[in-house]
């Protein structure tokens, strides 16, 4: 409680310091983003770093200081947070400081609004902050209010507006399309700007995604040197600014993308962009990985702190070619296995237009009598009966042409007129800026659940992105408001449907990894990186995701071999052990396996029930990166350090290996540790033989290491520690 004490009193006595220059302090339990207004009354960053014990030294000596919020067309010459014209025509805006205020929420986040106003126009902009003060996560949003009398056009609207001054800067993104998402690139930044963006206006992250790794001085590196991370809770369309200036300092414009969005903000209305989280780490990315994990499970994901259930999927075997009698042998099959959920995929929809491919049925939502005479229903009954849940996938703001419902409404769709209804998938997107598009999007999965009460997990999916963006619904002088407005009203959508189903579990499916982003998390239970299975793929694709996304939402599939995408064939046991790095299902079906698999199938399940809690709720330790290094290593500790679960698994057959010693990292110095392998196959030797059963302190595991060799093509190797006296 000290601590709260101390930042509300320092605040109320800067609030009435007139004389003295005012200090607005943004602190969490160990960072510090400190703001100041100067002697012009503009409002401007002075400090961002370590938390500071005594902000009041910071007045002894004047800071480098930096305008904590750009604006354009007075004497700002780079990129600028906010641009916007007057109705007059007036393109330039100067915000003066008006005042400020703190609240705290509760014993954990302490909210602090900051008011500025245009010198001469009736435009307010207010900047907010809620700092989580154990996670060290700051999340910034701003909101521009228009009090004139005529409208006033936002053509820049930044959430966030940082500034750093270092010897050098590095910055990490991720990148990818369909199958290969979340690659990790890092580049020096030069002098000049390097922009980080997507314009695809849906499913948004499929190329890039709303996250960045920001090294100062050095090269990002694990456990050591300064890092920011920042992400942005957005759907839609986003943008990074990075500009090195001609005095070598940078600046980081982060929000939603003003390309081709245009806001017409009319008189009285509010605009307010979406949250930016950011967390700064003196001790590397590992640190920072950690605060975006502990946020999340507390605030950013939907039940966070709850476990998950076992699923299997029919898709990866039936795609749309199944019945009744196919679907209840796979729902018997996975009972019998001990999984916990199955899984309805693609395919169970249209009558008229029924939905045996992908090109045609999307939008008419009632179920296939052919394939299910008995509908939703009995296959409900068939899970429950067998003590499994049902669940069900939906992609309910998308339409194929060949529907009922784009018979009656080809003007619900995004597109242009006068050009091509270019297709993805054979299908188009429905235009969520009109009131009556919303409204059907929510009735469908409204009807879906109320009229099969007892489906217990929606798979919500998205499967393409805007081509032509035109609204045949937005008037002429608002086309550009578009793709701000599908965002918006989506997460309005979400929100509503959790509201009125709280214990349905919903995954964020995107064709993969296409809708990622704590803006959409925050309805949703699990995220779906990929639609590729392939262990190695998967490798690089969970590896880049835990940067910012907990691994309890980190959906992953034991998939058939070989795979169907990558053509690659790999051992089961690989392919287990990658997806229990996570949160395990399975699209193999059990009817496809031997003898052998199927045990080792159904050991493999029971062994991850046991760890599952320290997996998905555990703190995450990256030791070796699959980028550098042939073989990967990380492992997750459980909060009172009593169990810890490593994963090795080898990237490339080694003729000659030079194994390297794996210092364990988040265990308790002072405890001791009985180390065992696990999801072994019972009649393999194990190379992990000389340490198994023996008994280690955390002291010797992390400061001496294992050493063991790995050179087998799709070896991997899965070790569980737990406490001993």
């Given at each position: 409680?000290?601590?709260?004490?101390?930042?509300?009193?320092?605040?109320?006595?800067?609030?009435?310091?007139?004389?003295a220059?005012?200090?607005?302090?943004?602190?969490?339990?160990?960072?510090?983003?400190?703001?100041?207004?100067?002697?012009?009354?503009?409002?401007?960053?002075?400090?961002?770093?370590?938390?500071?014990?005594?902000?009041?030294?910071?007045?002894?000596v004047?800071?480098q200081?930096?305008?904590?919020?750009?604006?354009?067309?007075t004497?700002?010459?780079?990129?600028?947070?906010?641009?916007?014209?007057?109705?007059?025509?007036?393109?330039?805006?100067?915000?003066?400081?008006?005042?400020?205020?703190?609240?705290?929420k509760?014993?954990?986040?302490?909210?602090?609004?900051?008011?500025?106003?245009?010198?001469?126009y009736?435009?307010?902009?207010d900047?907010?902050?809620?700092?989580?003060?154990?996670?060290?996560?700051?999340?910034?949003?701003?909101?521009i209010?228009?009090?004139?009398?005529?409208?006033?056009?936002?053509?820049?609207?930044?959430?966030?507006d940082?500034?750093f001054?270092?010897?050098?800067?590095?910055?990490?993104?991720?990148?990818?399309d369909?199958?290969?998402?979340?690659?990790?690139?890092?580049?020096?930044?030069?002098?000049?700007?390097?922009?980080?963006d997507?314009?695809?206006?849906?499913?948004?992250?499929?190329?890039?995604?709303p996250?960045?790794?920001l090294?100062l001085?050095?090269?990002?590196?694990?456990?050591?040197g300064?890092?920011?991370g920042?992400?942005l809770?957005?759907?839609?369309?986003?943008q990074?600014?990075f500009?090195?200036?001609?005095?070598?300092?940078l600046r980081?414009?982060?929000?939603?993308?003003?390309?081709?969005?245009?806001?017409?903000?009319?008189?009285?209305?509010?605009?307010?962009?979406?949250?930016?989280?950011?967390?700064?780490?003196?001790?590397g990315?590992?640190?920072?990985?950690?605060?975006?994990?502990?946020?999340?499970?507390?605030?950013?994901?939907?039940?966070?702190?709850?476990?998950?259930?076992?699923?299997?999927?029919?898709?990866?075997?039936?795609?749309?070619?199944?019945?009744?009698?196919k679907?209840?042998?796979?729902?018997?099959?996975?009972?019998?296995?001990?999984?916990?959920?199955?899984?309805?995929?693609?395919?169970?929809?249209?009558?008229?237009?029924?939905?045996?491919?992908?090109?045609?049925?999307?939008?008419?939502?009632?179920?296939?009598r052919?394939?299910?005479?008995?509908?939703?229903?009995?296959?409900?009954?068939?899970?429950?009966?067998?003590?499994?849940?049902?669940?069900?996938?939906?992609?309910?703001?998308?339409?194929?042409?060949?529907?009922?419902?784009?018979e009656?409404?080809?003007?619900?769709?995004?597109?242009?007129?006068?050009?091509?209804?270019?297709?993805q998938?054979?299908?188009?997107?429905?235009?969520?800026?009109?009131?009556?598009?919303?409204e059907?999007?929510?009735?469908?999965?409204?009807?879906?659940?109320?009229?099969?009460?007892?489906?217990?997990?929606?798979?919500?999916?998205?499967?393409?992105?805007?081509?032509?963006?035109?609204?045949?619904?937005?008037?002429?002088?608002?086309?550009?408001?578009?793709f701000?407005?599908?965002?918006?009203?989506?997460m309005?959508?979400?929100?509503?449907?959790?509201?009125?189903?709280?214990?349905?579990?919903?995954?964020?499916?995107?064709?993969?990894?296409?809708?990622?982003?704590?803006?959409?998390m925050?309805?949703?239970?699990?995220?779906?990186?990929?639609?590729?299975?392939?262990?190695?793929?998967?490798?690089?694709?969970?590896?880049g995701?835990?940067?910012?996304?907990?691994?309890?939402?980190?959906?992953?599939?034991v998939?058939?071999?070989?795979?169907?995408?990558s053509?690659r064939?790999?051992?089961?046991?690989?392919?287990?052990?990658?997806?229990?790095?996570?949160?395990?299902?399975?699209?193999?079906?059990?009817?496809?396996?031997?003898?052998k698999?199927?045990?080792?199938?159904?050991?493999?399940?029971?062994?991850?029930k046991?760890?599952?809690?320290?997996?998905?709720?555990?703190?995450?330790?990256?030791?070796?990166s699959?980028?550098?290094?042939?073989?990967?290593?990380?492992?997750?500790?459980?909060?009172?350090?009593?169990?810890?679960?490593?994963?090795?698994?080898?990237?490339?057959?080694?003729?000659?290996?030079?194994?390297?010693?794996?210092?364990?990292?988040?265990?308790?110095?002072?405890?001791?540790y009985?180390?065992?392998?696990?999801?072994?196959?019972?009649?393999?030797?194990?190379?992990?033989s000389?340490?198994?059963?023996?008994?280690f302190?955390?002291?010797?595991?992390?400061?001496?290491?294992?050493?063991?060799?790995?050179?087998?093509?799709?070896?991997?190797l899965?070790i569980?520690?737990n406490?001993?006296?």
């Amino acid at each position: 409680m000290k601590i709260y004490r101390t930042i509300i009193s320092f605040l109320l006595v800067a609030a009435y310091s007139v004389q003295a220059a005012t200090y607005i302090p943004v602190t969490t339990n160990n960072t510090c983003l400190l703001l100041k207004v100067n002697d012009k009354n503009r409002l401007e960053q002075t400090y961002f770093g370590p938390k500071i014990r005594n902000v009041e030294e910071m007045r002894i000596v004047d800071q480098q200081n930096f305008a904590a919020y750009t604006t354009f067309g007075t004497n700002h010459v780079f990129e600028a947070a906010l641009r916007a014209i007057q109705a007059d025509g007036n393109t330039s805006t100067e915000l003066g400081y008006m005042n400020f205020s703190v609240q705290k929420k509760n014993d954990n986040i302490i909210y602090t609004t900051i008011s500025l106003k245009d010198e001469y126009y009736d435009l307010f902009v207010d900047i907010h902050y809620n700092a989580y003060q154990q996670e060290d996560i700051i999340e910034q949003w701003v909101e521009i209010k228009n009090k004139q009398k005529k409208s006033v056009k936002l053509t820049n609207f930044a959430s966030s507006d940082l500034s750093f001054n270092a010897s050098k800067y590095y910055v990490s993104h991720f990148h990818g399309d369909w199958s290969n998402e979340m690659n990790i690139s890092e580049q020096q930044l030069t002098e000049g700007i390097k922009i980080i963006d997507s314009k695809l206006g849906v499913r948004t992250t499929q190329f890039t995604h709303p996250a960045f790794i920001l090294s100062l001085n050095q090269q990002a590196a694990e456990n050591s040197g300064e890092i920011i991370g920042g992400t942005l809770a957005w759907p839609g369309n986003f943008q990074f600014s990075f500009e090195v200036d001609n005095m070598d300092k940078l600046r980081v414009l982060s929000g939603a993308n003003p390309y081709a969005s245009e806001y017409t903000l009319e008189k009285n209305e509010i605009f307010k962009t979406p949250s930016f989280l950011f967390t700064y780490s003196n001790e590397g990315t590992g640190k920072m990985t950690r605060n975006f994990h502990w946020w999340a499970r507390k605030y950013g994901i939907k039940n966070g702190d709850k476990e998950r259930a076992v699923l299997l999927n029919n898709w990866e075997a039936t795609y749309f070619d199944f019945d009744e009698a196919k679907l209840t042998k796979i729902i018997d099959d996975a009972a019998k296995m001990g999984f916990e959920l199955f899984l309805l995929d693609d395919g169970w929809f249209g009558n008229k237009y029924p939905r045996n491919n992908d090109n045609a049925g999307l939008g008419d939502w009632e179920t296939n009598r052919k394939k299910l005479p008995n509908g939703i229903p009995y296959l409900i009954n068939e899970c429950h009966k067998r003590n499994i849940k049902f669940g069900i996938w939906l992609e309910p703001e998308m339409v194929n042409p060949k529907s009922e419902l784009y018979e009656q409404h080809p003007d619900w769709v995004i597109a242009q007129p006068f050009r091509e209804r270019v297709e993805q998938r054979n299908q188009l997107i429905l235009d969520l800026s009109n009131p009556k598009v919303q409204e059907f999007v929510f009735n469908v999965i409204d009807k879906v659940l109320r009229e099969n009460p007892g489906i217990d997990y929606v798979k919500w999916d998205a499967n393409r992105y805007v081509y032509n963006s035109g609204s045949s619904y937005l008037p002429a002088d608002k086309q550009t408001h578009l793709f701000f407005d599908y965002a918006k009203n989506l997460m309005l959508i979400m929100e509503k449907v959790r509201r009125k189903y709280p214990d349905v579990t919903f995954m964020a499916c995107s064709g993969g990894g296409g809708r990622i982003d704590y803006g959409s998390m925050q309805y949703f239970d699990e995220y779906w990186i990929s639609d590729n299975n392939d262990p190695i793929q998967r490798i690089f694709t969970q590896w880049g995701a835990q940067y910012f996304f907990p691994t309890i939402g980190l959906a992953s599939h034991v998939s058939v071999s070989p795979n169907h995408i990558s053509g690659r064939t790999s051992p089961l046991k690989y392919r287990f052990d990658i997806a229990m790095a996570a949160k395990l299902g399975m699209d193999l079906q059990p009817s496809q396996m031997t003898e052998k698999e199927y045990k080792f199938s159904q050991n493999a399940i029971k062994t991850y029930k046991e760890i599952r809690n320290t997996v998905l709720l555990g703190d995450l330790y990256r030791i070796l990166s699959p980028y550098g290094h042939n073989r990967t290593v990380y492992m997750y500790v459980n909060e009172n350090k009593s169990e810890a679960i490593v994963f090795n698994f080898l990237i490339r057959k080694e003729v000659y290996p030079k194994p390297p010693t794996i210092m364990l990292q988040g265990l308790d110095a002072n405890k001791q540790y009985m180390l065992k392998e696990i999801n072994k196959n019972p009649d393999d030797w194990s190379r992990f033989s000389k340490y198994e059963g023996k008994k280690f302190s955390g002291e010797y595991l992390m400061t001496v290491g294992l050493h063991f060799a790995m050179y087998d093509e799709y070896e991997s190797l899965v070790i569980q520690l737990n406490e001993v006296e």
